[in-house]
């Protein structure tokens, strides 16, 4: 079998794989490939040194066309073969795919229809031509790339979110190259840090050193580096406080919310930071634990950041404490939710903690309202009370006969809905005002109705003549008394005394007692 010498191809293999950081199977393969490619683009050009020959070639060279061919490479003999595998068939019709079974029984008399042989098409190297050699150099550069890519997408793929050490490398424009590393002993990878992504007061240098958050793999073709990290993410700011608080690490202290503003829009607005954090357990302070001595654990983040503000609040379930909080370090009066479906809220803080609370251009209210999720607006509570107190006496009063139109309204009178009952006339004829006026004289000259107390006292059925007998100022046995009961003591019973209503009862002439 023919074979292509290449010089120098162990070495040519060790030194890819050491400036790549990729391993040598990687290399190997990428180079393979690349020879395939080569010889493509030399079997391209012998159709067309045939084409223009006068000589015609049936064959069409499509995209899969050399599916069937491969590149094996020697690393020992340091050269490569070409090989094609091609079916046994009676009549060839393609060349490159198949070969016939008479030339296959020359060689191998165990030899049928249907099956495959693997044959060496290595052409010479002086055949093979410079655009070849130009191409498959040009194949090698991109295939390394693509498995330099797939490599680091795997490597890094899981890391998305996580906190890395960089080393500044060099600056592209606006952007920053650092290196970065997955672990110890592995490779440095190449970082892209962008403008965006860059804290103001950081002092970036060469080979200067500092923590990143990984925020993305980019995903197939891109140009510049694959990684993308950054400093003014929010979870770069979790991650220190986790470092340096044991308190969160071990679970007692969580982090509610983090709102951060690294990069500010106004020019003379420094970066920000507002941290919300709580805990379950009731002899722990999560902001002491956040803060230190001293403050000596918020120190240690606020030198990572270079010197960045950051205001660590207590979390509430309440709405209007939390968002009290959240507007530190200004004092409010009173928090007003206006509406709690729209998350809207009114603050009402004094005159002379306004301006704080708003913060410099508008900061500390909107780090407040990121952190809370709620729309707050900051009112000042002498001005916010009077306004209040205008519009309340703005409105007008309504009348008497006003509020009688509305009852009205509200308790209309029924309608007779039936026709055989009709409504009482209005006015009376004389015969019935007369007779009305003479029933109204008959009641008022009888006497008036007994008592059923009275009845029961009066019937003689239920008399006792123990009580006749015991009764000294009875002149007839027919008289009897009217009450044969004691009077009460009022000083025994004076609540009976002021709630009870004596009645005057003309009694018949037969009943009348004489007193003693």
């Known amino acids: 079998m023919s074979m292509v010498s290449l010089p120098g191809l162990a070495e040519m293999i060790d030194n890819i794989s050491q400036e790549r950081n990729l391993p ?39 995209d899969d066309y050399f599916e069937n061919f491969e590149v094996e490479l020697d690393v020992e003999e340091e050269g490569f073969r070409v090989l094609a595998t091609k079916a ?7 060349s490159d795919r198949e070969i016939s079974l008479n030339e296959v029984l020359e060689v191998a008399a165990e030899a049928q229809l249907g099956d495959t042989v693997v044959l060496d098409v290595t052409p010479e190297r002086d055949d093979f031509g410079r655009m070849a050699a130009i191409q498959t150099k040009q194949v090698l550069a991109q295939k390394l790339r693509d498995q330099q890519r797939k490599l680091i997408q795997e490597e890094f793929l899981d890391l998305e979110g996580e906190i890395l050490q960089a080393r500044v490398l060099r600056f592209e424009r606006h952007s920053i190259i650092v290196a970065v590393s997955s672990g110890f002993g592995r490779q440095e990878v190449e970082a892209e840090l962008s403008k965006r992504e860059q804290l103001p007061n950081d002092n970036y240098r060469a080979n200067a050193t ?31 406080f986790e470092n340096e608080v044991p308190e969160i690490e071990d679970e007692i202290v969580r982090i509610v919310a983090v709102a951060r503003e690294a990069n500010p ?55 209007a404490t939390y968002i009290a909080n959240a507007l530190s370090p200004a004092r409010v009066d009173e928090v007003r939710l206006v509406d709690a479906e729209a998350r809207q809220a009114h603050v009402l803080v004094p ?30 509570t002498a ?38 009952i009709s409504p009482l006339p209005d006015e009376t004829s004389p015969e019935e005002s007369s007779l009305e006026e003479e029933s109204s004289l008959e009641e008022e000259s009888s006497p008036p109705p007994v008592s059923d107390d009275v009845d029961r006292d009066l019937d003689q059925d239920h008399l006792d003549p123990n009580d006749l007998d015991r009764n000294d100022d009875v002149d007839d046995e027919d008289d009897l008394p009217l009450d044969s009961e004691p009077d009460p003591d009022p000083e025994e019973n004076p609540e009976e005394e002021t709630t009870t209503e004596t009645a005057t009862v003309e009694t018949p002439e037969k009943f009348n007692t004489s007193e003693g």
Do not use: M
Request: proline share 6%.
């Open 383 to 420: 001005k916010y009370l009077a306004d209040l107190e205008q519009q309340q006496q703005a409105q007008p009063e309504i009348s008497a006969e006003e509020a009688d139109a509305v009852l009205e309204t509200l308790n209309p009178t029924p309608e007779v809905s039936d026709p055989a």
């Open 88 to 94: 046994i068939v009676e009549s060839v019709s393609i």
């Open 351 to 380: 005159d002379n903690q306004l301006s704080l609370a708003i913060g410099k251009e508008g900061q500390n209210v909107r780090l407040a309202a990121r952190l809370t999720g709620w729309k707050i607006d900051i009112k000042d």
């Open 210 to 240: 500092f923590k990143v958050l990984l925020k993305r793999v980019c995903d197939g073709p891109h140009r510049g580096p694959q990684l993308q990290v950054s400093r003014a993410d929010a979870g770069l700011v979790v991650y220190l």
């Open 24 to 62: 040598k199977p990687a290399v190997q393969a990428a180079l393979r490939e690349a020879l395939l490619k080569g010889y493509e683009r030399y079997r391209r050009t012998q159709r067309l040194a045939k084409a223009s020959g006068g000589e015609n070639d049936e064959a069409q060279f499509d």
């Open 265 to 319: 829009p106004g020019r003379y607005v420094g970066p920000r930071t507002k941290i919300a954090v709580d805990t379950l357990e009731r002899d722990v302070d999560p902001v002491g634990a956040c803060i230190g001595a001293r403050g000596s654990r918020i120190q240690v983040v606020v030198n990572e950041l270079r010197g960045e503000k950051i205001d660590v609040i207590r979390w509430s379930p309440d709405p």
